[in-house]
């Protein structure tokens, strides 16, 4: 079993929408938990990160972490053309010495 | 502020051949990371130094080596390179305090024949 687990896509949302993106894992030591952007060609941005249960926002943007069930999410509302890109979820395991696993990634494509 | 400056930015080599990717950070992070990237694999981890002085081994780190030359500076070297190794590679470092986020480098893609 990976340890970052992310479906690849891609997902087409029309423009307006909301998108909402997966990320399961499988240690039950993870603490921390980030989403990274990446635009083909480019390096990965950090779009948000979350460390407690429940949900946390961010503009259109929100982070939902149910560290139970070992999942982390990311929904996007208002959907724009400009999020069309790929979403990287990454875990980082407390006492794992800073090491930070990311998940293959899930397309996102906004489609006007 | 330049943040993690990676270089070179393309390389091709042929099989066999040796070389070093460097990277370097300019705003005193303790902790620095090697990724490699290609198409569908997401991000592997292949080295990471949690401080100076310390290395440890990520998912993928066969066939290649690593030196923490000091606080700054993580290079990346291919001893004898493969056609596997023909990917992206990034460096990163990462924030000690607040978010914990990860900075990375512009990537070096290198293409081994």
């Known amino acids: 079993q990976k340890e970052v687990e992310q479906n690849s896509g891609p997902l087409s949302v029309p423009e307006g929408a909301i998108a909402s993106l997966n990320c399961t894992y499988s240690d039950r030591g993870s603490q921390s938990f980030f989403w990274y952007r990446q635009y083909s060609g480019k390096s990965p941005e950090l779009i948000m990160f979350i460390y407690s249960n429940g949900d946390k926002e961010d503009g259109r943007f929100t982070a939902q972490l149910n560290k139970a069930s070992q999942y982390v999410s990311l929904l996007i509302r208002d959907s724009q053309p400009s999020d069309s890109a790929t979403y990287l979820c990454a875990v980082m395991i407390t006492g794992g010495g800073n090491k930070l696993t990311f998940g293959t990634g899930t397309q996102l494509k906004v489609e006007l | 502020n330049a943040g993690v400056t990676q270089t070179p930015k393309f390389q091709v080599l042929k099989t066999g051949q040796s070389m070093t990717l460097q990277c370097a950070q300019d705003m005193n992070h303790n902790s620095m990371y090697w990724y490699r990237q290609d198409p569908g694999m997401g991000l592997r981890l292949i080295y990471y130094?949690?401080?100076?002085?310390?290395?440890d081994k990520g998912e993928v780190p066969n066939g290649y080596n690593v030196s923490r030359l000091n606080k700054r500076e993580f290079s990346l070297r291919l001893e004898s390179a493969a056609p596997s190794q023909t990917s992206v590679y990034f460096c990163?470092?990462?924030?000690?305090?607040?978010?914990?986020?990860?900075?990375f480098g512009e990537g070096s893609r290198l293409t081994v024949l």
């Open positions: 990163a470092s990462r924030r000690d305090v607040g978010t914990g986020e990860l900075f």
């Open positions: 130094s949690a401080s100076e002085g310390t290395t």
